[in-house]
């Protein structure tokens, strides 16, 4: 989802190591790199290494190609430029997470200082680079290796985030790998023009076969920094979480991931189809068709045409016509992804690998209202509790009086909260129960959790936000969100339990508390919060509502029952 403001601007403030003596130099596909040293030289680090050809003139809108070799030992001291970025909902959900954390108006005055004083980072569509982080460059044995995904919708977000470079996962035993793919209007666009160009026959999922490409270089030339190409665990928050989901299912990518980790993926992705118009959505052809049509007029040569154009004259065109930001993202193509992650998981289609999954307890309490339907599938929410009831019944049917038990509403000054609630249990709390309960029936490992953390402020509103958990996993604070003991618990176990599970498929270590694998029939989850505790899901009865929602809209949707 929409993270990125939230991930940039923590990462900014966030307590680091700056390099301090000459880095250690790694030959890759291509030449050499010379990296740096952090943490009193403990850790390496090797930034802005590219693992494709830049994708620009002619390669814009192409799969991803080897990448070009330079004679020279390469600068991998410093991050290359982030992928070109999207409009997105990120201004509202920055301004909705710093209100919500309950500070004082000096605090939050502070913050926003601080916000305005940082410089962007340079976007360019020549962004296809990663960034190594180890402590084990040389060892003896090989560790194992964390590849994470980014989010911000598909549409912002870049790898390089200084708050995802994290030295505590380092220092625990693992390899670190972050990178950059392409977003939005230029990864995702469809059009038959490049279908044709396509030896597949299909468009689309650039930015997804940016993301297999990265495992690939992994595959390849991990063991160089320390990393272990047999053992590749991918974790990724939101629309990253969601791409972990796709490398599940992407036959492209089979043999790259041994373990997945999948932190607040929603449902909310993957309906449209390549030539197949699907509920309320026309086919990714045909909106690309539209599109070009909507900016050029008529032409015979549409796609040279857009291609011969500035990315920034491309987004200035998107923000022309609003109407196809639904479009800039991953597709059902029938060759990267053939089916949508519901109805693979559903089928048994997914990698067979050890899954950690999970998702906090307040999801939808800045992300409301900021762009997607409040249920999978519906219309957008109502604006009066008057409205509540019959909006409800006619997604959920039968099971709206449930719905309507357990998130009741009698006025409309409470109606933000229970269709808050609603989004989140919906798309976040109830997708990542369905994923842990397919992978358990495959008989493969999975782990659920449920974080329920919630800023210290007595006035704060967040909740257990979306993304609140990225900074415990990644062991990362800042001045302003200072943290308790109650906070450095929490991340000193997650920490340990996400290496842990990269490194034997099991998150359970010596010193920890006991994470039972899930199982539906018994249907327990790891809780972050107050205490650190395995419980029964409680949100179940609200999860099978939904879960059967969506699973139902989905089987209505097949290809060869839409027929």
Not at 124 to 144: I, K, W
Not at 413 to 440: K, N, P, Q, V, W
Request: with cysteine; net charge negative.
């Amino acid at each position: 989802m929409r993270v990125t403001i939230f991930a940039t601007v923590l990462s900014l403030l966030a307590f680091g190591n700056a390099a301090a003596e000459p880095g250690p130099i790694v030959a890759v596909e291509g030449g050499e790199i010379q990296g740096s040293f952090e943490e009193k030289g403990r850790v390496a680090v090797f930034k802005g290494i590219p693992f494709a050809a830049p994708p620009v003139g002619e390669l814009r809108w192409k799969p991803p190609q080897p990448v070009t070799p330079w004679q020279r030992t390469r600068d991998a001291s410093r991050f290359a430029s982030i992928c070109t970025q999207g409009d997105d909902d990120e201004n509202d959900f920055f301004g909705r997470m710093v209100d919500g954390q309950g500070m004082g108006w000096l605090r939050r005055a502070l913050f926003r200082l601080a916000v305005g004083l940082t410089s962007e980072e340079p976007e360019s569509e020549d962004c296809l680079y990663l960034n190594v982080r180890t402590a084990n460059l040389g060892g003896a044995e090989r560790q194992p290796v964390m590849v994470w995904i980014h989010g911000g919708g598909h549409q912002t977000g870049s790898g390089s985030t200084a708050f995802y470079q994290s030295n505590p996962l380092a220092q625990r035993g693992v390899v670190l790998v972050t990178f950059n793919y392409r977003l939005g209007l230029v990864g995702y666009l469809a059009h038959p023009a490049l279908s044709a160009e396509s030896e597949q026959g299909v468009s689309g999922n650039y930015g997804t076969l940016d993301q297999i490409a990265a495992l690939r270089w992994v595959r390849d030339h991990i063991a160089a920094f320390g990393g272990d190409p047999s053992r590749v665990t991918i974790f990724g928050e939101s629309a990253g979480g969601e791409s972990v989901a796709h490398m599940m299912i992407s036959p492209l990518a089979r043999g790259l991931v041994h373990g997945a980790t999948m932190e607040s993926a929603s449902t909310g992705e993957l309906l449209i189809h390549l030539r197949r118009p699907v509920l309320h959505f026309m086919s990714a052809e045909a909106a690309g068709e539209a599109f070009a049509e909507k900016v050029l007029g008529d032409s015979e040569n549409p796609i040279e045409r857009l291609r011969a154009l500035p990315a920034d004259e491309l987004y200035a065109a998107l923000r022309r016509f609003p109407e196809f930001d639904a479009y800039g993202h991953p597709i059902i193509d029938g060759a990267v992804l053939r089916k949508s992650v519901i109805e693979a998981f559903l089928d048994g289609d997914q990698a067979p690998v050890p899954l950690l999954v999970g998702s906090n307890a307040d999801e939808g309490s800045i992300l409301y209202n900021l762009g997607d339907d409040a249920l999978y599938g519906s219309s957008p929410g109502p604006e009066t509790a008057e409205a509540y009831p019959g909006y409800l019944r006619e997604a959920l049917g039968e099971d709206a009086e449930k719905i309507l038990e357990l998130h009741p509403v009698s006025n409309d000054a409470g109606l933000f909260e229970a269709a808050s609630s609603i989004y989140g249990d919906s798309r976040f709390g109830a997708t990542a129960r369905f994923y842990a309960g397919r992978m358990a029936k495959l008989g493969q490992p999975a782990y659920l959790y449920f974080f329920t953390r919630v800023p210290p402020s007595p006035r704060q509103t967040a909740g257990a936000f979306h993304a609140v958990e990225i900074a415990f996993v990644f062991g990362k604070t800042v001045p302003l969100f200072p943290w308790d003991e109650q906070d450095r618990a929490i991340t000193r176990a997650m920490g340990d339990y996400w290496t842990q599970f990269a490194r034997s498929g099991d998150p359970n270590r010596e010193g920890l508390p006991s994470w039972p694998r899930f199982s539906r029939a018994e249907q327990r989850n790891m809780i972050f919060g107050p205490t650190i505790e395995a419980t029964t899901v409680e949100r179940a009865e609200a999860y099978d509502i939904f879960e059967r929602h969506w699973t139902a809209l989905v089987e209505a949707i097949r290809p060869e029952r839409a027929r």
